[in-house]
């Protein structure tokens, strides 16, 4: 098992071009998420996807978009990068147990990402 | 909207105890989650707290007073490879089920 795999791992990209971040998970989870993390932070979440065809705005969604392609894949696309957008984005899958169960997230290996 | 606070930095000794603090405002809370991340590494899963009440893994235990919005990691007979960023994390359903992180805490561990 792969578990979370997201590519590129390292990025750099000049201001106002476009990219996108892909990420695969292959444990039939239902959920889906990509955070980011800058120093002294910790992870925000940009966007979730709770299930194959449904996506919601997590904390910090300005300037990105992402689209859940089938139940698998959560790709994350930055339309016009900023300065501000540098950082390590991670993507992560979980899957609900119940309530009491709590829902242990499964990160990716991080993707770095400047924009200069 | 939602709110945790933990500790920026703690340092401590090989096997020692260290406790590491937790406050969160939140709505529609289920839980608290522990996470771990060693540098330029991933956070991976410690602990999960929905009741309130202590959870023992190992060395790791982690505690949540849901009345008291708060919560802590007990971490003992520290070891050097426990230096690392211990992550609160809160799992709230807000129209949707979603995890919110604090910002980290910096663990030391000293020789």
């Known amino acids: 098992n792969a578990g979370v795999t997201q590519t590129p791992k390292f990025q750099v990209l000049k201001t106002g071009q476009s990219m996108t971040l892909q990420c695969a998970q292959d444990m039939n989870h239902n959920s889906m998420y990509w955070y980011r993390q800058d120093p002294g932070m910790g992870l925000r979440l940009i966007y979730y996807?709770?299930?194959?065809?449904?996506?919601d705005k997590g904390e910090v969604p300005n300037g990105y978009n992402v689209s859940r392609l089938n139940k698998r894949e959560f790709s994350l696309r930055l339309e016009s990068a900023a300065p501000s957008q540098t950082s390590v984005y991670f993507c992560a899958s979980s899957e609900v147990k119940g309530t009491y169960s709590g829902n242990t997230i499964y990160f990716g290996e991080g993707s770095w990402l400047t924009v200069v | 909207g939602q709110s945790l606070e933990q500790p920026s930095e703690v340092t401590a000794v090989e096997g020692a105890i260290v406790q590491i603090n937790c406050t969160y405002q939140?709505?529609?809370?289920?839980?608290l989650s522990w996470y771990q991340q060693h540098d330029g590494g991933a956070p991976t899963f410690l602990s999960y707290n929905a009741l309130d009440g202590l959870e023992e893994t190992g060395r790791f235990s982690s505690f949540l007073s849901r009345s008291d919005s708060y919560g802590y990691l007990l971490l003992q007979e520290l070891q050097m490879k426990d230096s690392a960023s211990y992550f609160c994390a809160v799992r709230v359903d807000t129209g949707g089920f979603k995890t919110i992180f604090g910002a980290g805490t910096r663990l030391f561990v000293k020789a």
């Open positions: 939140t709505s529609g809370f289920y839980g």
């Open positions: 996807s709770a299930s194959e065809g449904t996506t």
